[in-house]
């Protein structure tokens, strides 16, 4: 009998329970409903993004760079940042969220470099998102690094070139960063820091092209101290 005493309490406070639910819910259904279905429409606009309007748009920001692309690689470094229609800088501004869009930023960057622009060099170098390629990531800071000297701001530039020199492992870049590091530090006065970089330049690469030529350097910094 006890036993049935129980089941029945606990059956009573269930339904209790329940019954709490369905006046919550009659009380609160129009609300519940409204962010339910706002839910769902931020779901289906996820979906809808990520499977169909990136992918588009990553597609055109392809076929909108192939021009620039060309006429950078031909030397015609103006036309390929400024033509108003498929210039670097219109593929950045108009597809600033794609890849495409974003390697326009490095091109426009490394374009204005070579014109001698060190301001817009530095301006667009700095949008580009390092963390889509190792080795165009770190590439582009030690580019920022040099514009960044050129415009007189010399402890920026030594951050970068330091930052760029460990940004990753890669051999097809960090060779070559640890030594312009060095060199960029050693040219500033700074000639322990100098000797950091050319160290871990031969024991990490001790093959590397760089690293036959960082023995001078070393023997000048180490004089130096």
Not at 84 to 110: E, R
Not at 150 to 160: H, I, M, R, T
Request: hydrophobic share 40%; with cysteine; proline share 2%.
């Amino acid at each position: 009998m006890a036993e049935e005493k129980s089941t029945n309490a606990a059956g009573h406070a269930e339904l209790s329970q329940l019954d709490k639910l369905q006046k919550w819910y009659e009380t609160n259904a129009k609300n519940a409903n409204i962010a339910l279905g706002a839910s769902l429409a931020v779901l289906i606009l996820l979906i809808a993004y990520f499977s169909w309007y990136k992918p588009h748009r990553e597609n055109l920001a392809q076929e909108a760079i192939y021009k620039a692309q060309y006429w950078f690689e031909n030397d015609s470094i103006a036309l390929a940042i400024n033509d108003p229609v498929d210039g670097f800088l219109t593929v950045a501004g108009s597809y600033g969220s794609t890849k495409a869009g974003n390697l326009a930023n490095y091109y426009a960057g490394l374009g204005y470099y070579q014109l001698a622009d060190y301001a817009n060099a530095e301006k667009y170098l700095d949008k580009f998102c390092t963390k889509q390629d190792e080795v165009l990531g770190a590439l582009a800071i030690g580019m920022l690094a040099d514009a960044q000297m050129e415009n007189g701001k010399q402890e920026e530039a030594l951050k970068n070139y330091k930052k760029a020199a460990n940004f990753s492992d890669n051999e097809a870049s960090a060779p070559f960063l640890l030594f312009k590091a060095g060199l960029a530090y050693d040219y500033t006065g700074n000639k322990k820091e100098a000797l950091e970089f050319f160290n871990k330049l031969k024991k990490d690469y001790p093959l590397s092209n760089e690293a036959s030529e960082a023995d001078k350097y070393i023997a000048k910094a180490e004089a130096a101290l």
